[in-house]
């Protein structure tokens, strides 16, 4: 998931890359506590996010 956002990047005009990225931090901080069987850095690496993943949105 993670490479096909990076690869969005390059296609992407920056405006609409901007809205896919904060629309995206916006879920994911939404969704962070809602997991209750799996850690939610569990799910983040298997979407091979890295710790440091707002740092390349």
């Known amino acids: 998931?993670?490479?096909l956002i990076?690869?969005?990047k390059?296609?992407?005009d920056?405006?609409?890359y901007s809205i896919?990225?904060?629309k995206l931090?916006?879920?994911l901080t939404i969704y962070q506590s809602s997991f209750q069987s799996v850690s939610?850095?569990?799910i983040l690496q298997d979407m091979h996010f890295?710790?440091?993943y707002e740092e390349y949105l």
Do not use: C, H, I
């Open 1 to 3: 998931m993670f490479e």
């Open 6 to 8: 990076m690869a969005l």
């Open 10 to 12: 390059l296609v992407l």
């Open 14 to 16: 920056k405006r609409e």
């Open 20 to 22: 896919l990225t904060k």
């Open 25 to 27: 931090k916006s879920l």
């Open 40 to 42: 939610f850095d569990g």
């Open 50 to 52: 890295p710790q440091n």
